[in-house]
């Protein structure tokens, strides 16, 4: 009995070692196939605006976002656009219709197909039809929505609009998560979001059922750090792989990572009210702008990372910028203009955010420049949203520094400054500008439309709308090993681009 009882242990002791072994090997399997997982770690400066993709104001949140949404379009590498959800489109003679047609097999994050009537819906709910307002001021000339058949739609306007297309980047969304929008983020992108906590971060996972190229990596992990040296230390320190936005002086502590760099179709620029009583004045805008020194504000503030400006629009966009006449600094022209204006000592506030050190950076570079003809500059730093809220959206200043994102057509770049512009925070009028940024609209002759935008930018230089200063490099940092970054002249990283070598 003793003997059948110490055998009954024995087997007892054999069954669990054999778990505990058996559990062993799966667990190194297990963390085997957790290593092979393909996974980019990285930051943002601020958290989304919102999941809903009508929604999303700020180009970070499109910046990663547009790897989740799609629309009947979306932007191509050389600055303009490609298919997407549509595989072709049409124009009318008359500029007033625009045939889209579908392309099939096209899956949502949640696993349905598709169809005709998710487009329908998402491009009324763009246009307000089916919500209190449009998502976006462009879309206030869609006059209706037509469905052909089971793949061509048609958006017809009120009336011409060669900008319109560019539009139609918007993400088209399933008509039946129209409920959970600011909850649940379902799109047709190569990558869809697993996880999402405010103010923490975003996990994107690769979606094995894209209709088109599908992502080389398996997952994005995006957290948010609105520090930006916290950002940088982070990212020295290995604990991310890649990080945009880098600080052009202190890319030479970046020996061990790759770091490349392009231009963003970005206009930095000293933003001056115009209902600043000092600034409604051309003449103290003109000396403003003759003390600023271009080159040394590039060399001083951004390592020599970045392209002068002289109007609202940057370079990258080829076709449309009007060359560069040659900024020259004239102190003595700019005390007698400030003396014949009565602002000998003119004194401004300066409000910046903290967001990015290119501001604070810039704010102290303009505020040293400036004191040459006896001008005193305050400067005052606040958190984004704060930013956002009272200067963007408040006008609650007299001035600013602050990068303003390009776009695929030049029609929302130039429109900031026209009088009925509600994000018009310069409170800059001009008649002039204004027609003619209202003719460019519906001209669609694109030889013609051209034209019309030099004639607006060479207002906006001649004018001094403001001092514009130069568009700044991106510089991206990435571990070695990661390779296929894509500049686009629009805020989006290209997530499914990225490979790792091993």
Same mark, same amino acid.
Not at 225 to 240: N, T, V
Not at 322 to 327: A, F, L
Not at 334 to 353: I, W
């Given at each position: 009995?003793?003997?059948?009882?110490?055998?009954?242990?024995?087997?007892?002791?054999?069954?669990?070692?054999? #778990?505990?072994?058996?559990?062993?090997?799966?667990?190194?399997?297990?963390?085997?196939?957790?290593?092979?997982?393909?996974?980019?770690?990285?930051l943002?400066?601020?958290d989304?605006?919102?999941?809903?993709?009508?929604?999303?104001?700020s180009?970070?949140?499109?910046?990663?976002?547009?790897?989740?949404?799609?629309?009947?379009?979306?932007?191509?590498?050389?600055?303009?656009?490609?298919?997407?959800?549509?595989?072709?489109?049409?124009?009318?003679?008359?500029?007033?219709?625009?045939?889209?047609?579908?392309?099939?097999?096209?899956?949502?994050?949640?696993?349905?197909?598709?169809?005709?009537?998710?487009?329908?819906?998402?491009?009324?709910?763009?246009?307000?039809?089916?919500?209190?307002?449009?998502s976006?001021s462009?879309?206030?000339?869609?006059?209706k929505?037509?469905?052909?058949?089971?793949?061509?739609?048609?958006?017809?306007?009120?009336?011409?609009?060669?900008s319109?297309?560019?539009?139609?980047?918007?993400?088209?969304?399933?008509?039946?998560?129209?409920?959970?929008?600011?909850?649940?983020?379902?799109?047709?992108g190569?990558?869809?979001?697993?996880?999402?906590?405010?103010?923490?971060?975003?996990?994107?996972?690769?979606?094995?059922?894209?209709?088109?190229?599908?992502?080389?990596?398996?997952?994005?992990?995006?957290?948010?750090?609105?520090?930006?040296?916290?950002?940088?230390?982070?990212? #020295?320190?290995?604990?991310?792989?890649?990080?945009?936005?880098?600080?052009?002086?202190?890319?030479?502590?970046?020996?061990?990572?790759?770091?490349?760099?392009?231009?963003?179709?970005?206009?930095?620029?000293?933003?001056?009210?115009?209902?600043?009583?000092?600034?409604?004045?051309?003449?103290?805008?003109e000396?403003?702008?003759?003390?600023?020194?271009?080159?040394?504000?590039?060399?001083?503030?951004?390592?020599?990372?970045?392209?002068?400006?002289?109007?609202?629009?940057?370079?990258?966009?080829?076709?449309?910028?009007?060359?560069?006449?040659?900024?020259?600094?004239?102190?003595?022209?700019?005390?007698a203009?400030?003396?014949?204006?009565?602002?000998?000592?003119?004194?401004?506030?300066?409000?910046?955010?903290? #967001?990015?050190?290119?501001?604070?950076?810039?704010?102290?570079?303009?505020?040293?420049?400036?004191?040459?003809?006896?001008i005193?500059?305050?400067?005052?730093?606040?958190?984004?949203?704060?930013?956002?809220?009272?200067?963007?959206?408040?006008?609650?200043?007299?001035?600013?520094?602050?990068?303003?994102?390009g776009?695929?057509?030049?029609?929302?770049?130039?429109?900031?400054?026209?009088?009925?512009?509600?994000?018009?925070f310069?409170?800059?009028?001009?008649?002039?500008?204004?027609? #003619?940024?209202?003719?460019?609209?519906?001209?669609?002759?694109?030889?013609?439309?051209?034209?019309?935008?030099?004639?607006?930018?060479?207002?906006?230089r001649?004018?001094?709308?403001?001092?514009?200063?130069?568009?700044?490099?991106?510089?991206?940092?990435?571990?070695?090993?990661?390779?296929?970054?894509?500049?686009?002249?629009?805020?989006?990283?290209?997530?499914?681009?990225?490979?790792?070598?091993?």
């Amino acid at each position: 009995m003793k003997r059948v009882k110490l055998f009954g242990k024995l087997i007892l002791i054999f069954t669990m070692m054999t #778990l505990i072994l058996t559990v062993s090997v799966f667990g190194k399997n297990a963390k085997k196939s957790v290593s092979n997982e393909k996974v980019i770690k990285t930051l943002m400066g601020v958290d989304l605006d919102s999941l809903n993709p009508y929604k999303m104001v700020s180009s970070a949140s499109e910046e990663i976002m547009m790897n989740v949404y799609e629309g009947l379009v979306m932007p191509s590498e050389d600055g303009g656009i490609k298919p997407a959800i549509a595989e072709s489109y049409s124009v009318s003679e008359d500029g007033l219709t625009y045939k889209f047609k579908i392309r099939k097999g096209i899956k949502f994050h949640n696993g349905n197909p598709l169809d005709i009537k998710d487009v329908e819906y998402s491009l009324n709910r763009m246009a307000g039809k089916d919500v209190d307002k449009v998502s976006s001021s462009a879309f206030i000339n869609i006059d209706k929505i037509i469905v052909d058949n089971e793949d061509e739609v048609n958006i017809v306007l009120t009336k011409p609009d060669s900008s319109f297309i560019y539009h139609m980047i918007e993400g088209i969304i399933p008509d039946e998560n129209k409920e959970n929008l600011e909850k649940i983020a379902i799109g047709t992108g190569p990558f869809k979001v697993s996880e999402y906590e405010k103010e923490y971060g975003i996990v994107l996972e690769k979606f094995d059922d894209y209709w088109g190229e599908k992502a080389k990596i398996d997952k994005v992990d995006i957290k948010i750090a609105p520090d930006s040296g916290m950002r940088f230390l982070k990212f #020295l320190s290995g604990e991310i792989d890649i990080l945009t936005h880098i600080d052009a002086k202190r890319v030479n502590e970046l020996k061990d990572h790759t770091v490349v760099s392009g231009p963003q179709n970005l206009v930095f620029l000293l933003a001056l009210n115009h209902k600043f009583t000092p600034f409604s004045d051309k003449r103290v805008r003109e000396a403003i702008n003759l003390v600023v020194d271009k080159e040394k504000l590039i060399t001083t503030a951004l390592d020599g990372y970045g392209v002068p400006l002289e109007t609202n629009m940057s370079p990258a966009m080829k076709e449309v910028c009007i060359d560069n006449i040659g900024h020259k600094t004239d102190i003595e022209k700019a005390k007698a203009l400030l003396k014949e204006a009565g602002q000998e000592n003119l004194k401004f506030t300066l409000r910046t955010s903290t #967001l990015s050190s290119i501001y604070t950076n810039s704010a102290q570079v303009l505020k040293e420049q400036l004191k040459e003809v006896g001008i005193t500059v305050e400067i005052e730093t606040m958190e984004w949203a704060t930013w956002l809220d009272e200067v963007y959206t408040g006008k609650k200043h007299e001035a600013t520094v602050i990068g303003l994102s390009g776009k695929l057509d030049p029609e929302p770049i130039l429109i900031r400054y026209t009088t009925p512009y509600a994000k018009n925070f310069f409170n800059y009028s001009n008649k002039e500008y204004d027609d #003619l940024i209202e003719k460019a609209k519906i001209t669609n002759n694109d030889a013609e439309r051209i034209l019309i935008y030099k004639k607006a930018q060479e207002i906006l230089r001649d004018d001094n709308a403001a001092v514009y200063l130069v568009d700044p490099d991106m510089l991206v940092g990435m571990k070695k090993g990661i390779k296929g970054y894509v500049f686009y002249p629009l805020a989006y990283m290209n997530f499914a681009k990225l490979t790792i070598e091993d």
